[in-house]
């Protein structure tokens, strides 16, 4: 089992930038795929970021590439996500989630969720 808990999410202007964290407890973060997700309100949830265990690359949606940097540190057990340029259409719930095996594009294949941090970008 492994634990997955977000934080950093926040109210900012567009443009502005924000740097979201997920802490993992329990089993090491080595054997799986990690990635962000997010949901607007009314809305379903996205893939927006992933770290791909099986080739080390990372892979990001169309609509964030060249503005969001995912990444990890390995001795605070901490994936980040770097967020740049902020829109007011990045306004979401961002989760992280780890999966075994899977797409990394697809969330119904991932295994372990955070509880979400929203974040909300004005105008």
């Known amino acids: 089992q492994v634990r997955l808990v977000e934080s950093g999410g926040g109210l900012v202007q567009g443009g502005g930038s924000l740097r979201l964290s997920c802490v993992a407890s329990?089993?090491?973060?080595?054997?799986?795929?990690m990635g962000w997700f997010r949901q607007a309100s009314g809305k379903e949830r996205e893939f927006v970021a992933a770290l791909r265990r099986t080739d080390s690359r990372t892979a990001y949606a169309d609509s964030v590439t060249g503005r969001f940097t995912i990444s990890n540190d390995n001795a605070k057990n901490t994936m980040y996500l770097q967020m740049n340029s902020l829109k007011p259409e990045d306004t979401a719930v961002y989760y992280c989630a780890a999966q075994i095996s899977g797409p990394y594009y697809s969330w119904s294949t991932y295994d372990y969720w955070g509880q979400g941090t929203q974040v909300t970008v004005s105008s």
């Open positions: 329990g089993r090491t973060w080595s054997p799986y795929d």
